[in-house]
């Protein structure tokens, strides 16, 4: 697998990424970036916000959830 060096040097993670900002960055990185496959860490963090909307919602704290 080849790193694209280029797209790493201009899209670090953010420190102390919040999760959106997370999933954003797996998903620039997969477009752009075969130095891994990151689809298992991408689908965590899916899951993750999902579990974390179906809570919220729950405590009807979201009265939206697309």
């Given at each position: 697998?080849?790193?694209?060096?280029?797209?790493?040097?201009?899209?670090?993670?953010?420190?102390?990424?919040?999760?959106?900002?997370?999933i954003k960055w797996h998903e620039g990185?997969?477009k752009n970036c075969?130095?891994?496959?990151?689809?298992?860490?991408?689908?965590?963090?899916?899951?993750?916000?999902?579990?974390?909307?179906?809570?919220?919602?729950?405590?009807?704290?979201?009265?939206?959830?697309?």
């Amino acid at each position: 697998m080849k790193i694209n060096k280029s797209w790493h040097l201009k899209n670090k993670m953010p420190k102390n990424a919040t999760l959106r900002e997370k999933i954003k960055w797996h998903e620039g990185h997969a477009k752009n970036c075969n130095c891994r496959d990151s689809s298992a860490r991408l689908k965590k963090l899916r899951i993750k916000r999902k579990k974390i909307f179906r809570e919220l919602k729950a405590r009807k704290v979201l009265n939206l959830i697309a």
